[in-house]
């Protein structure tokens, strides 16, 4: 994200499993030390997020997080990119999020590019708020519940 690239001269970590990640059977350690560093979790939601086994796991760390800061929220920032569908759990109905719906089919506009523009500032906001984490405890995909067919 352009927007965001300036924040990288200030130390700024991104972890995008697409990228990092290689085949075989290192990937979920390497995503657990991932989670247990970061200070923001910023989820992109379609309908499938919530039947992942990971996602869910990533999501409960994060709210595990808040509690144990005393924060009523502000580690999960989710961008919703596609209707969540009916099935949406509550755990995300009751969190306020970043309706992206309108963006992603045309980014070159002009409205797109001012909604990513202010979606990178609320991150960087964020971030200043967020209280640094280092090796925290990760909550495990084969510890959650999702609803429907599980990945």
């Known amino acids: 994200m352009e927007y965001a690239r300036p924040q990288n001269d ?3 970590r991104e972890f995008h499993d697409y990228q990092v990640l290689g085949e075989g059977p290192d990937w979920p350690p390497q995503i657990s030390r991932a989670l247990a560093s970061s200070k923001l979790l910023v989820p ?5 997020y ?3 086994r990971w996602n869910v796991a990533e999501w ?19 961008l919703v990119v596609m209707d969540p569908g009916p ?3 509550d755990w995300f109905l009751t969190r306020p999020f970043v309706d992206m719906r309108d ?14 523009k202010a979606l990178s500032e609320r991150v960087s906001h964020a971030l200043q708020l967020a209280p640094p984490f280092v ?4 909550v495990s995909p084969a510890l ?8």
């Not at 992109?44 to 499938?48: D, E, H, K, S, Y």
């Not at 808040?66 to 920032?77: K, Q």
């Not at 959650?144 to 990945?151: A, H, L, Q, T, W």
């Open 60 to 78: 409960k760390t994060f709210e595990s997080r808040e509690r144990r800061s005393g924060l009523s929220g502000g580690l999960i920032l989710p």
């Open 144 to 151: 959650v519940e999702v609803d429907g067919p599980i990945s």
């Open 87 to 89: 099935n949406a759990p």
């Open 103 to 116: 963006v992603f089919p045309r980014l070159d506009t002009a409205a797109s590019t001012e909604k990513i």
């Open 10 to 12: 200030k130390g700024l």
């Open 44 to 48: 992109i939601i379609t309908p499938r």
């Open 50 to 52: 919530f039947k992942s």
């Open 135 to 138: 090796d925290g405890p990760v």
